[in-house]
């Protein structure tokens, strides 16, 4: 496979060091939810870590900038306390995460702070550890879940005594939720339960393995979403046999949750060598 290599200047990031947030105007009164920009404009804002998010309330009413979600309450990460108009309030974000909030006096007011890792770009074509990412076409495999979400796979060559690393992509999708299993030769080198990609994509690292075989990959869907209930094909499994990157995949199943069951009890029965 040849690698094609993205050439990336600093001037190709988007900057995320500092980011102003408004509330709508009238959003004091409920109908701002029903529209497209929402109640706070943006109402999804990329922050790097280390950046700063100011609240400016050019609205009439005052409003509260409350980390949390109203169904939950504050979540304690910042919160503004009333904010009348013609004020702001700032926040520096410290650790990287998907922070929902909303306003403590007008509920329906809700917001998203994405804080990711200075220099971390939504939609370029590298990651952060520099591995190159391929078209579609060059993905280690492709599946596809039922409502269309194609699911891709980029691995590293599986190498005895190293890890492998595994880059997966749910294509055009949001706040993705899903766990993810590696085995080679049955014996389990990754499993990662509850991992939530803000933008669709995300890296996994293996355990040190004990072969260079090819391993087998399952991913199991969670919903999309960052608060309950979840939505989209949750449980649906995406499974990627024999991974090698060369060579693509020899086969990739979409599985109902039934047989995932029968697998679980199959295990059980497993007998367990002792030493
Ligand atoms: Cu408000």
């Known amino acids: 496979m040849v690698a ?23 959003s004091g009164a409920p109908g701002c939810e029903e529209t497209a920009e929402g109640c706070y404009i943006p109402k999804e804002a990329t922050v790097d ?32 306390s009333l904010v009348i108009a013609g004020s702001s309030y700032e926040w520096t974000a410290t650790t990287v995460g998907d922070f929902p909030y909303y306003c403590m006096v007008h509920p329906w007011m809700k917001g998203l702070i994405v804080v990711q890792e ?32 194609e699911v891709s796979v980029w691995t590293s060559t599986p190498t005895s005594g ?21 085995t080679q030769n049955s014996e389990e080198v990754l499993n990662d339960i509850g991992a939530h990609h803000h933008d669709g994509k995300g890296m996994h690292t293996t355990a040190p393995l004990s072969s260079s075989d090819p391993v087998e990959i399952t991913i199991t869907f969670q919903g999309y ?21 060369e060579f693509g995949t020899i086969a990739m199943m979409i599985l109902a949750v039934a047989i995932i069951s029968i697998v679980a009890v199959t295990a059980k029965l497993r007998v367990i060598p002792r030493f």
Not at 18 to 25: D, G, K, Q, S
């Open 118 to 149: 200075a220099g971390a770009e939504e939609h370029d074509d590298e990651h952060d550890d520099g591995m190159t990412e391929e078209h579609m076409d060059d993905a280690s495999a492709t599946g596809m879940l039922s409502d269309g979400t």
């Open 49 to 80: 870590v280390g950046g700063k998010v100011i609240f400016s309330n050019t609205d009439t009413a005052a409003h509260t900038f409350t980390a949390g979600t109203a169904a939950d309450g504050p979540s304690g990460v910042f919160d503004s």
């Open 225 to 245: 979403g960052i608060d309950d209930p979840k939505t989209g094909p949750i449980g649906e499994v995406v499974v990627f046999s024999n991974v090698v990157p």
């Open 4 to 26: 094609g290599l993205v050439a990336l200047t600093p001037a190709a990031f988007a900057d995320h060091s500092e980011v102003t947030i408004t509330p709508a105007p009238g």
């Open 162 to 182: 190293e890890k492998m690393e595994i880059s997966v992509e749910f294509h055009g999708a949001e706040h993705v939720n899903h766990d993810i299993m590696v």
